[in-house]
């Protein structure tokens, strides 16, 4: 039987799924930095100054605070659909991973099959092109 694209990926970097859950853990945990990019979000939003509602808008963008879940990751090594950030939580925690391996870092699409650009009007004009 064949295994999903990131269950190959983790049995090929001997990568325990355990310590995807714990790194990410330590990964996305709100830290006081995220709380004080929030806080200047919400004060700016408050004040009638324009100038610091666009400062706040290019602020750097906080953790999530969510990090992935036994259920996230048992849906992707079963090649469920999971959402985007899911995945990018994913890949964020592998990449650690695989730094503290001193390994390479890998790209979203190693670990998954990603949808071609343009969805299915693309797929469509495609196979219009190959048969006529």
Do not use: W, Y
Not at 47 to 54: C, G, I, P, Y
Request: without cysteine.
């Amino acid at each position: 039987m064949m295994g999903t694209k990131i269950e190959d990926f983790l049995k090929d970097k001997k990568i325990d799924p355990r310590r995807i859950l714990a790194t990410s853990v330590k990964i996305e945990r709100l830290q006081p930095e995220d709380r004080a990019i929030r806080l200047t979000k919400r004060l700016a939003r408050s004040s009638e100054d324009a100038a610091k509602k666009k400062d706040a808008a290019g602020a750097k963008k906080p953790r999530s605070g969510r990090p992935v879940t036994d259920r996230t990751l048992s849906a992707a090594l079963h090649g469920k659909p999971i959402s985007g950030p899911a995945k990018t939580r994913l890949l964020r925690a592998v990449n650690r991973i695989l730094e503290q391996k001193k390994q390479e870092k890998v790209e979203l699409s190693a670990l998954f099959d990603l949808p071609k650009k343009g969805g299915a009007a693309a797929e469509a004009a495609e196979a219009a092109e190959a048969a006529g």
